[in-house]
Each structure stands twice: as structure tokens, then as C-alpha cells.
């Protein structure tokens, strides 16, 4: 069948854990359907579109509208019936370029990822369609954990108006997916009457690992995320100023690097910091550290991060939070913490026993061969397309 997949985020090269879903989605349905591509991007101009054309059959991309909470557009979506990011950040263009491409009457179906690209419901009603990756946790947690009443109550009114906005949006789409059972219970609570709900886990593409042959180093620690990301910022602040020095006590050579831009973000206590910035291929960074870090205090979803350490044989120390919504246990394919000592002690402990790194790596790595490869997970997928058409 002809699929029509919308996208906030272009997805090549596949940099962040949004482009990784999204590319191995459409990487895996093209095995069986014809898949258009019409996405956003920050500039249009250098979008790599060659990088799909091997698993789209066309690419269309627009200049993606970042959100702006001082518009004349956010401002007055304080008095409208959604949440004003998607009253500022909706393009025309963006909407009537679906119009066209759906008005030829060739597509079967229409999957929209994220709520961003689901807001354009009015360019493709008259098709079935799946909304991708129904996420909600996010606005659940900065609803309950705002530090400040003035933003607790700014919070809230955006999930009050995401709850009206999502139980009018989702009767519209045959199906909505999330990325776990977490994220489904925050789905189902919102929008009770709706029951058509499937978890579509994030994933890994373990093949593409084979080639990565590192030595791991030991005292190296590793995290993978952009420090402009509010939570990654958040983690990396608590850690390096609160965890590391209890670990570099015990461990005066331990060293963290983070990858990803970081904006100018400076980090309190920076002591055997290396910020190595936006790299090209980050699989040998993760593949040669020996432990991965992943102290996430807040945001919904799961976290590829871990998944891509688990991939690559590098074992986790994780939050609670940052372990949320994958199918894991504690001593066995990860280890979990989340108070400061804890997880100094958590790290220390890892960085000193070998045997424990091994067994973590083992179980973990078997874990993604299970649930976690997209190879295991497509098949589902495929089945919610054929029950959605």
C-alpha cells in the first residue's frame, strides 16, 4: 500500500532518539509498502534527502517553525482550546502540501508522528491514519514536579488543555501508539474512552552494531544527549555537581564525557569533563566507554540512550525515571539509583568490578535480542497497519 508519513523532525542523519524511531519506522515499513516522506526541518536546504531515497519513494521538507512563547500566536493561545506550542508552531504550507499530495487519491493510509504533525488531522480526515507516538508523560511530570507555583499552574493548564484537545483529536485516527506501558497508562487516563492504544517500543537496529569493535576503557563513563534537552541538561547538572565528586573520590580518574550540542550550557563542576559536542557516529563513543550514564530526573517516553548502550555492550547506571518504560531489572540488565549516594555508589561499584560489567552486558544485550530489535518489533507494527486500513 501507499503510506504517507508526516514528520516534525527529518529523519537522516538519524542523530537523536525522534530520528532514530522515525527512520528505523519507515526504514522497516518500506520493506513492504511505498512510503512519502513529507517532513520538517530547521533548514530545508541542507536536509539530506539522498540519505532516504533508498526507503522513500519521494521526500518533500519544510522550514521547520520553532516555538516562540512571546508570539502574537502563543500569547493568544492562552484564550484557545490547545496547548499554544501547537498554535504557534502550525505551518499553512505544511498543511495545504498534504492536501495536495492526498488529494490524488493514491495513499492508503497517513501516519503522523508526534502531536505536532497529528495537528494537521484537517489535510488528511477523509484517509485512515495512525497517530505515532502518543506521548504524554512529559506534560504529566511538569504538571506535578514544577518547582515554582506560577509554573505548576502553567503546567497544568497545558495538560487541561492537551486532555480536551486529545479527547476531540484521537477518535479521528484508527490507532494511536506509544512507546511503552507507562506511556499507555498516561494515554488511557487521559482520554479514557478511547481504547485503540498499542505500545510500539523504541528500538535498536542491532545489525547496524556488528562493525563496532571497541576496547572498552576503563574509568570512562559516558552520556549521550544534547544538554539543550531540558531533562539531559537537568541529569548532567545533578550529576556532575553532586554525584561525580563522590565518585571521583573513590576514582580520581574516572572520566564523564557528553556528546551532543550544549549551546554554550556550562556545567557548575566540569572537573574530568570532556564535552565532545555533535559527533558524526556516536556508537564508538558508547562502545568504548565503560559505563553509560543516565541520571534522568524528568520527561516521558523511554530512553534510546539505554538501549543503544545495551546494543553495544556497555552497561547502564540509571535513574528510576531514566529506566521508565523499558522492560528492565535492577542487578540483572542494568543498575538503578536515585539518590545522590546511591548512585555514586552505584558507579563506584561498576567501575570497579568486571565480572558485574560482564554479566550486565550479557543479559542486557539478550534483553534487545528479545523485545528491543526492531526486527522484533516491526511485525507488530505491520499488523496495526493492515487492522487500520
Not at 505536532?116 to 505515532?132: H, N, Q, S, V
Not at 563513543?285 to 553509560?292: D, F, N, P, Q, T
Not at 539505554?306 to 552497561?315: N, R, S
Request: hydrophobic share 40%; aromatic share 10%; with cysteine.
Amino acid at each position: 500500500m501507499r503510506i504517507l508519513f508526516l514528520s516534525a523532525w527529518f529523519p537522516f542523519p538519524a542523530d537523536n532518539g525522534s530520528k532514530l524511531r522515525i527512520y528505523n519506522l519507515i526504514s522497516g515499513l518500506s520493506s513492504k509498502h511505498e512510503i512519502s516522506l513529507l517532513s520538517f526541518a530547521d533548514d530545508p536546504r541542507m536536509a539530506q534527502v539522498d540519505g532516504l531515497q533508498d526507503i522513500c519513494e519521494s521526500v518533500q521538507v519544510l522550514p521547520n517553525r520553532k516555538y516562540d512563547a512571546y508570539s502574537r500566536r502563543a500569547i493568544l493561545g492562552f484564550f484557545g482550546t490547545k496547548p499554544r506550542v501547537l498554535a504557534d508552531r502550525y505551518v499553512p504550507e505544511m498543511e495545504q502540501a498534504i492536501r495536495k499530495e492526498v488529494s490524488s487519491g493514491s495513499y492508503d493510509l497517513v501516519i503522523a508522528s508526534q502531536f505536532y504533525m497529528a495537528d494537521y488531522l484537517k489535510g488528511f480526515a477523509r484517509i485512515p491514519a495512525i497517530f505515532e507516538e502518543a506521548e504524554v508523560g512529559v506534560f504529566t511530570d511538569a504538571a506535578e514536579q514544577a518547582d515554582h507555583w506560577l509554573r505548576q499552574t502553567r503546567n497544568k493548564l497545558t495538560l487541561f488543555k492537551l486532555r480536551s484537545y486529545f479527547r476531540t483529536l484521537l477518535p479521528n485516527f484508527s490507532f494511536s501508539t506509544v512507546v511503552s506501558e507507562t506511556e499507555k497508562k498516561y494515554l488511557a487516563n487521559l482520554v479514557p474512552n478511547y481504547q485503540s492504544i498499542e505500545v510500539i517500543p523504541n528500538g535498536v537496529n542491532l545489525a547496524s552494531y556488528e562493525n563496532v569493535q571497541e576496547q572498552p576503557q576503563p574509568g570512562s563513563m559516558i552520556f549521550s544527549g544534547a544538554l539543550t534537552f531540558a531533562p539531559n541538561y537537568h541529569a548532567m547538572k545533578w550529576f556532575t555537581e553532586q554525584v561525580f565528586p563522590l565518585v571521583l573520590k573513590a576514582n580520581p580518574e574516572a572520566q564523564l564525557t557528553i556528546t551532543g550540542d550544549h549551546a554554550g550550557l556550562g556545567l557548575a563542576n566540569d572537573r574530568n569533563v570532556i564535552f565532545a559536542g555533535y559527533v558524526d557516529d556516536i556508537r564508538p563513543l558508547i562502545a568504548s566507554s565503560w559505563i553509560s550514564l543516565v541520571p534522568i530526573l524528568s520527561g516521558g517516553g523511554t530512553r534510546l540512550k539505554i538501549l543503544e548502550a545495551f546494543g553495544l555492550q556497555t552497561p547502564v547506571v540509571a535513574t528510576s525515571k531514566g529506566a521508565q518504560g523499558l522492560e528492565v531489572r535492577h542487578e540483572k540488565h542494568l543498575l538503578i539509583a536515585d539518590t545522590v549516594e546511591s548512585f555514586a555508589e552505584q558507579t563506584i561499584r561498576l567501575l570497579n568490578d568486571s565480572e558485574l560489567r560482564y554479566e550486565l552486558v550479557s543479559n542486557a544485550l539478550q534483553l534487545v535480542r528479545e523485545r528491543y530489535d526492531w526486527d522484533v518489533i516491526m511485525p507488530k507494527f505491520h499488523s496495526i497497519i493492515a487492522s487500520a486500513v
